[in-house]
């Protein structure tokens, strides 16, 4: 009986401290896992601050902030459920997947958020990066001239189909009339392999390619009348005296420099009006007003441009200083578009938009006209216009695009860095630009009044 008793209680303390080792197990466990949910909590929090933080450093503005600080209150919240869970044995594990579960929900959410702000702070760098890389480019695009008139490739609806025939049948076509020469492009090539005029009075002889420009409607063309000296009319020798002339359909004013822009642009029009000036010439006829002889063309008692605008209704006048020496002389105008061509009229059947008069001086006084082409103001001009031509094209830019190749390779040097300097090469662009111009203007020939 002992024995069976002795048994019966020693299972019993087997029970009990089996049951007793179970508790302490699970106990453990639960420490354990409270011990993983805390830390697990801990580690979100940190991670959470950490994400808001640079969520906060990167967004560099409020609404990362807040989202900062969001992420953090979620992440404190986590913890206290963490918390909870530690004092509740039994859901331990239940509560550290939660806890776990809410803090990778607010890291997940943090770097969501971090991701969002450091996003909108890139796309707002971006867009200023895009803004100044804009405004350079508007800044180029403004000293380019990027219409259809500047490409090199002629353009479909510029091609002239009137040149495509001689004229030798068809309309109007008679016989003794000569052959036109033709091209299926404009003669944009014509000028080829020759002497190019290039802007320059060249004396023995180019070729220029230059367009002729816009021509005026037939009830606007150019007409002038010489109103001083008239025909026959007698002046005095070696005394001033004005010649005055009036002019129809000319915006007179625009007057170009002869000595580097002589034929280097179109004709053209405003308000349907031809952009020119005028000029007035005088030579000697010889002993006679009306000699059988044509005249040297390059021989001249008096010549001036006269590039103002007049009374603005057409009428212009020029000074001949200093008179004339006795002789027969005969005035005439030379009507020009802004760069010195003869003015190009719609139709060929028309009056004359120039004028000349014939009249007489007399008396003992006077010499050669400063003006004249062997006078002291027309060789200097005539000096002038050969000192260009020797230089070659672009004398008078010489030094502007020296000026304008430096600012270039500064400004691609600047390209070279980041967007963010895109403003400051604009501003080194217009300066270099405008130093440019400076040194075009210091580079100019003197301007005189009296050359073509």
């Not at 009339?177 to 091209?183: L, R």
């Not at 082409?373 to 672009?394: R, T």
Request: charged share 10%; glycine share 10%; aromatic share 4%.
């Amino acid at each position: 009986m002992v024995s069976a008793k002795l048994v019966y209680a020693a299972t019993l303390l087997s029970l009990a401290l089996a049951a007793q080792n179970d508790n302490n197990n699970n106990a453990a466990k639960g420490a354990v896992a409270n011990t993983g949910a805390q830390a697990n909590a801990k580690q979100g929090q940190q991670n959470n601050a950490n994400n808001g933080a640079n969520a906060a450093k990167q967004g560099q503005n409020n609404n990362a902030n807040n989202g900062a600080n969001a992420n953090a209150n979620k992440g404190n919240a986590n913890n206290g459920n963490a918390n909870a869970a530690k004092a509740n044995n039994g859901n331990a594990n239940a509560n550290t997947n939660t806890a776990t579960a809410n803090n990778n929900k607010g890291t997940a959410t943090a770097a969501a958020n971090a991701n969002t702000a450091t996003a909108n702070a890139a796309a707002n760098n971006n867009a200023n990066a895009n803004n100044n890389n804009n405004a350079a480019t508007n800044n180029a695009a403004s000293n380019t001239n990027n219409n259809a008139a500047d490409s090199t490739t002629l353009s479909a609806n510029a091609i002239q189909s009137g040149s495509f025939f001689d004229g030798q049948s068809g309309l109007g076509a008679e016989a003794g009339e000569a052959a036109s020469t033709t091209s299926q492009n404009n003669f944009i090539n014509f000028c080829a392999g020759q002497t190019l005029t290039n802007g320059l009075q060249i004396t023995t002889g180019s070729c220029n390619g230059i367009v002729m420009g816009q021509i005026p409607a037939k009830n606007q063309m150019i007409s002038t009348v010489i109103t001083f000296p008239q025909d026959g009319a007698t002046l005095t020798a070696g005394q001033d005296f004005n010649i005055t002339l009036q002019v129809n359909n000319l915006q007179a004013g625009a007057f170009t420099n002869a000595d580097a822009t002589y034929y280097a642009a179109p004709q053209q029009l405003s308000n349907g009006i031809v952009v020119g000036h005028t000029h007035v010439t005088v030579q000697d006829m010889g002993n006679s007003l009306n000699p059988t002889t044509p005249p040297d063309p390059t021989q001249f008692a008096f010549f001036k441009g006269i590039n103002d605008a007049g009374n603005g209704k057409g009428g212009l006048s020029a000074q001949v200083a200093g008179g004339l020496p006795a002789g027969n002389f005969r005035l005439c105008t030379l009507t020009s578009a802004a760069n010195h061509q003869p003015v190009i009229m719609p139709v060929a059947q028309r009056g004359s938009q120039d004028d000349c008069t014939r009249f007489t001086v007399k008396g003992n006084g006077g010499t050669t006209n400063e003006a004249a082409n062997n006078g002291d103001k027309g060789e200097a001009a005539a000096a002038l216009a050969q000192s260009a031509v020797d230089i070659g094209p672009g004398a008078l830019t010489a030094t502007a695009a020296a000026a304008n190749t430096a600012a270039t390779a500064a400004a691609n040097n600047n390209n070279n860095n980041n967007g963010g300097n895109a403003n400051a090469a604009k501003g080194q662009n217009n300066n270099a630009n405008n130093g440019g111009k400076k040194a075009q203007r210091l580079a100019r020939f003197a301007r005189r009044t009296f050359v073509a």
